[in-house]
């Protein structure tokens, strides 16, 4: 088995704080988007309005996955490297992997959250089409 040092888990560290950036981004723009249309949906029961709403919950809900498995990733990469430290390379190992499984899955609920951002921009489209 591949042996593992302290600096190999610290490798994820930045790339993990630039998801982060990207992910608090997306949020904050998410968050202006719903409170903009929460005044619009008040005043217009439209339709189109509803399955913008039902779009964005379903992309908060992939962000809020996305930043909790980058997070716990991040934790078990701490976890990791500690281990390492108090000579438990195998512990440190096994916690190294959980961690890159779990940034893999958080890329990929990314992913997802991506496509589901193109579908937002498809209903508006059809919505101007149709007025």
Known sequence: MMSLEVSTPALLFPA????????????????ALIRTLHKDWKSN?????????????????LIRSMQLF????????????????????????????????????????LVAEILLSGGALHIMLNRMEDE
């Not at 991040?74 to 961690?99: D, N």
């Open 16 to 31: 993990i704080s630039l998801l982060f950036l990207s992910y608090t981004n997306r949020f904050l723009h998410l968050a």
């Open 45 to 61: 029961h439209d339709a189109a309005l509803k399955a913008q709403i039902d779009n964005l919950r379903r992309r908060l809900h």
């Open 70 to 109: 980058g997070a716990v990733s991040l934790l078990l990469c701490v976890v990791s490297m500690v281990t390492i430290i108090l000579g438990s390379g195998q512990v440190g190992a096994i916690c190294f992997f959980a961690a890159l499984c779990l940034m893999g899955i958080s890329l990929a609920a």
